[in-house]
């Protein structure tokens, strides 16, 4: 194999480890854009989600018919989240709000384990196995099949925030809450809303990586720190940011580990974090993300 | 001034008495009669009558290693069933366990528990390697026995300054040991790929086989770890898979043991052998790949698996069955934590019944002198032996391959000590 191909491969194993971070990027970045909170439960609330639409299929029901039951389930979830978890402390410093998170995430952890313990559980792969030979390049049909859902979930929340009512709801509560609540939008039901899409969007984060990475409790743990490099990266309020984030984080988290001999697969988890540092030095609004402007 | 001097002095007061305390509370433990009498003068009889003995343990009931905790049935279970029949040499056992979740300084507060407030005889066992490292200090300054520990770590039976505790299973340098020398008996010029996780348990495996390979055909061509954050193993599997190695030695704990099972077989291209160790080739683990993925896997062990019908009738095995159904009605017979259980406790009943003494000296002693003792769940040819400087009671291994859906045993069993000598730290 040559020094090129070798290259090439190691770029698509990484965008399709990047795939899997966007995916969950993407719910990150959807709460943040809404309620200004950075969710750090978000990973454990898809790892949840996942156990269900589990659930589902171990008593019987086919892929396709648990896909959108569990999608639904995530979406009612994450409202009942919002509604009973965060509402209480809704117009809290922001480090509160963390720790609520952070408390969420403990909490459903603990209790996946205690409903459904800790031992890995297989999940079927809704895409064909192999893939397809690119001038020596083999590229998996799930490594394709996760970025194509990804770049249409990417696309459908484009539409409803550009092009519906309620996305201009959202982003009227999203720029100004204390105006929209004043021209009559109801802000406690949107926040509610951002939750239950949030939760969806992490549902299908959950499905399309477990049968890659084994459903158990702590799955999702590593990915999302990946994840919140990518929402860095790609700026904490941009949707195509979080994706590309998420590839480019892939790329070179896998880049490093294969050709820096310092780095090597023992200091892989650091690159992540360095990306994060770097960012947030350099450009804290992230590559496609907006500066807060502020009066002075 | 005079305040400084007033909260010294009450300082110094309070020391006084707290010394005081302390040496009333050890007196009035001695005047309890915790020392022996005879030949077995001045040894320690906590924990011990003649009608009983209490023994706690340490497992994870709770949290990311739970599944293990479920030996700690098999051993209730088996210690039940000798109750029942009697008891060791007219004593009932009483087995206490205690959860740590898997956390080491949960450990060291439930072995204070166990110790002080339980006061067992013997700490009976405590489960993982960081958990059992966290407490053997504590056990060893307390002389409190800490025989059997459930991990497979190597530094149990090299170390000289903690003679109250040793190994039980095969330590994991034994266990390289046997596939290394399958390998030379098999593949004398095998390219080897290795993944492992990156810390002491990988680096223990990885190390004691790349000692055992020395002065033969076989090299080590790729190594590739991973750290118990990483969310897989995928890109480690696709560089170990460009050296186009023959056998890969794949040295994980069981999420990450699935993920690099089923890369194997998601690259088709690449066909090596696939060794998995121990600690990943449980059903847990290849279930969920999938058993078309896992033929022709091999593996190695020591004890016999409950789910192979080839135990079907053996007498240890209706026993085991028998008692768990009786005692433990929650257990899975069929799950092999459960039978692990079952032969880690018979191993102590042996111990406790070749004491000397009835002391917590004469378990530490009896535990250290080990001589082809056999215990029915163990695979036939494989005995306990022990001594003053080798504290691993088991250290042959027989090998495994997967084949429909099971491991089916292979060759003979290989005494990886008389293969390769002692294990030295």
């Given amino acids: 194999m040559s020094a090129v191909t070798e290259l090439l491969q190691q770029t698509v194993e990484g965008v399709g480890a990047g795939a899997v971070y966007a995916s969950l990027a993407l719910a990150l970045v959807l ?110 049909w799930s490594t394709l099949g996760i970025i194509g859902v990804v770049a249409a979930v990417m696309g459908l929340l484009y539409l409803l925030f550009q092009h519906t009512s309620v996305g201009l709801v959202m982003r009227a509560v999203a720029a ?5 609540r004043l021209s009559g939008i109801r802000v406690g039901r ?30 999702m743990g590593g990915v999302l720190i990946y994840a919140f490099a990518a929402a860095t990266l790609g700026g904490f309020d941009s949707p195509v940011g979080a994706v590309v984030g998420g590839l480019l984080v892939g790329i070179a988290e896998t880049l490093a580990g294969a050709y820096v001999d310092v780095v090597g697969a023992d200091l892989k988890i650091g690159v992540p974090l360095v ?22 | 001034m005079r305040k400084k001097t007033v909260l010294r002095a009450a300082a110094a007061a309070t020391a006084a008495l707290l010394t005081a305390t302390a040496c009333a509370t050890q007196r009035g433990q001695e005047d309890k009669g915790t020392a022996a009498d005879g030949a077995c003068k001045g040894q320690q009889t906590t924990g011990i009558t003649d009608k009983t003995i209490k023994l706690g343990g340490i497992y994870p009931l709770s949290g990311p290693a739970s599944a293990y905790g479920t030996i700690s049935k098999g051993v209730a279970a088996y ?7 009697g008891g060791i040499d007219g004593r009932t056992v009483e087995f206490v366990v205690r959860d740590d979740g898997y956390q080491p300084p949960k450990a060291v507060e439930e072995a204070r528990r166990l110790v002080e407030r339980e006061k067992v005889f013997a700490v009976f066992q405590t489960l993982g390697t960081p958990s059992t490292a966290a407490v053997w200090d504590y056990l060893n300054q307390q002389k409190v026995p800490q025989p059997f520990v459930a991990t497979g770590a190597s530094v149990w039976g090299t170390d000289e300054a903690h003679p109250w505790t040793t190994g039980w299973q095969p330590n994991y340098v034994a266990e390289a040991r046997i596939y290394a020398k399958y390998l030379k008996d098999t593949k004398p010029k095998a390219k080897v790929a290795v993944l492992y996780q990156n810390d002491d348990f990988g680096k223990d495996l990885l190390g004691g086989f790349q000692e055992a390979l020395a002065g033969s055909g076989i090299k080590v061509v790729a190594k590739e770890s991973y750290e118990v954050t990483d969310p897989s193993v995928s890109a480690q599997m696709a560089s170990l898979a460009r050296s186009k190695a023959d056998v890969l030695l ?121 001589k082809d003792v056999k215990v029915g769940m163990l695979l036939p040819g494989v005995t306990l032996n022990t001594g003053p400087d080798d504290a691993f009671p088991i250290e042959t291994m027989q090998l495994m391959r997967f084949k429909g859906e099971r491991w089916s045993l292979f060759g003979e069993p290989v005494d990886t000590r008389k293969e390769f000598g002692p294990v030295t730290g």
């Fill in chain 1, 31 to 140: 709460i943040h854009r809404f309620t200004g909170i950075v969710n750090f439960a978000q990973g454990e609330l898809a790892m949840l989600s996942t156990y269900v639409a589990w659930q589902l299929m171990a008593s019987g029901m086919p892929f396709w018919l648990a896909l959108p039951v569990t999608l639904a389930v995530s979406f009612v979830g994450g409202m009942l989240v919002e509604r009973v978890v965060i509402r209480p402390v809704e117009g809290a410093p922001e480090l509160t709000l963390v720790i609520v998170t952070v408390g969420l995430f403990i909490f459903v952890n603990a209790a996946a384990g205690l409903i459904w313990s800790f031992t890995v559980k297989d999940f079927p792969q809704p895409f064909p196995d192999g893939g397809i030979d690119l001038a020596g390049v083999s590229v998996g």
């Fill in chain 1, 176 to 180: 100004n809450p204390t105006s929209a």
């Fill in chain 1, 190 to 219: 949107v926040l509610m809303l951002g939750w239950g899409l949030a939760a969806t969007v992490g549902a299908v984060s959950g499905v399309l990586v477990a049968p890659l990475l084994f459903l158990e409790p702590n799955m």
């Fill in chain 1, 275 to 296: 990306i994060i540092l770097v960012v947030l030095l350099v450009r804290p609004q992230g590559l496609f993300g907006r500066a807060a402007v502020e009066r002075a």
């Fill in chain 2, 79 to 85: 210690f039940k069933y000798v109750n029942d029949k």
């Fill in chain 2, 250 to 370: 794949n040295i994980t704990t069981p999420k990450f043991g699935s993920q690099a099972l089923a890369a194997d077989a998601k690259i088709t291209k690449w066909n090596p052998l696939h060794i998995v160790n121990s600690v990943s080739s449980s059903a847990a683990v290849l279930k969920p790949v999938g058993f078309k993925n896992v033929q022709g896997v091999v593996s190695a062990t020591y004890f016999k698996d409950p789910a192979d019908p080839q135990w079907a009738s053996d007498p240890e095995m209706k026993a085991y069955r028998q008692a768990l159904g009786k005692f433990a009605s929650d257990a899975d017979p069929a799950n092999q934590f459960n039978a692990y259980g079952w032969a880690v406790a018979s191993t102590m009943h042996q111990a406790l019944a070749a004491m000397k003494c009835p002391t917590r000296e004469g378990l530490r002693d009896a535990v250290r002198n080990l």
